[in-house]
């Protein structure tokens, strides 16, 4: 498994939203993604597995977000899907469930939901394998 710096540092983000744009509707992209600025709607990412998003400490998301690869460092307020990697870093503020594969969440970081393993993918049938409803790691 690769560390979180290792995976993040070998990222090319092809599309980046800029600290003063807000977009308002669904966003579907592939490759890679980096949000300093605001969207509300839904991100998708392409089928491929290799996708990455990534939502700095300035960005936010209303709204839920479906991709193999997360990297959180800002706001999101709805769901997270992450097929198989999603890091929380310091600032992250999750208010919404977070569905992963593989996860590494660091102290600061702060989730107002439910973390939900993911087993191969699909959700693990009903059982989160922690459930939290003010969570701060300090």
């Known amino acids: ?25 669904d ?3 592939s490759g890679g993604v ?3 600025g605001v969207i509300k709607g839904n991100l998708t990412a392409d089928g491929s597995g290799s996708a990455v998003l990534r ?11 479906h991709a ?3 990297i959180i460092n800002g706001e999101i307020n709805g769901n997270i899907y992450a097929s198989e990697y999603i890091e929380l870093a310091k600032d992250a503020r999750i208010t919404g469930d977070v569905h992963y ?16 393993h993911q087993a191969d993918g699909k959700a693990a049938k009903g059982k989160p394998v ?5 969570s701060k790691v300090d």
């Open 1 to 25: 498994m690769f560390s979180a710096k290792e995976k993040s540092s070998n990222v090319q983000y092809d599309t980046v939203i800029s600290a003063k744009t807000e977009i308002t509707g």
């Open 27 to 29: 966003v579907r992209f």
């Open 130 to 134: 922690q459930t939290v409803s003010e």
């Open 68 to 70: 193999p690869n997360i």
């Open 55 to 65: 939502v700095s400490n300035k960005g936010r998301v209303e709204g839920d977000i």
């Open 101 to 116: 594969k593989a996860m590494e969440m660091v102290m600061g970081a702060s989730v107002n939901g439910q973390l939900k």
């Open 34 to 36: 980096n949000i300093d």
